[in-house]
């Protein structure tokens, strides 16, 4: 997650009383968006109180997620953030960062395996070269529109990637399909004889 382009080290943000960021690497204000989207393209960053130079990064990472969580693109159940406020002043509490870090570390790896798997399938698949493997292909963008909230770089409700202007007319289409449904049920009658 931890990304940096030319400098040393995560950039410093200011935020000063009257409640503006200041982007000492762009010599810019900047707002909690701009903060996000540099979140999701892997940018590091620290936010320091101008005046005390106390590092509130965190403050300002779980403001972002309440400004998220307000606009409607909400990702913590009730459930889930009633636990959490219960784990406070819990004997556990240490451990629970160290927990959900780790659980969403194993989340975006197993959603890397998963979609590599999809796609190495898909590959080898009798359907490969085909207009099933297309679909399978517009399915696979779709789940990744669907799980872009989890990337780095990604922008939630960003549009999928547009599906590929067919270059054949529907009746083209359909009388590929037809064809290779042909082909295909003509290759399990071998397999059965």
Known sequence: MKKTIP??????????????LYNTETSSYITL???????REG?????????????????ILTQIIMEEEQRGQTMLPVNFLRQLIAMYGDS?????PGYLEASMDSFRHNQQQFKSAVEGAFAQS?????????????????FEAATAAFKPGAVPGGAAKPAPAAAMSKDDEIAALKAELGRLNEKIEKLGD
């Open 7 to 20: 400098g040393d080290g995560p950039v410093t943000i200011k935020k000063y009383a009257n409640r503006r």
């Open 33 to 39: 968006e701009h903060l996000a989207a540099m979140t």
């Open 43 to 59: 940018r590091d960053f620290k936010v320091l109180d101008a005046k005390t130079e106390e590092d509130i990064t965190h403050n």
């Open 92 to 96: 556990m509490q240490a451990m629970v």
């Open 126 to 142: 009798p359907f490969a070269n085909t207009p099933f493997a297309e679909i399978a292909k517009q399915n696979l963008a779709m």
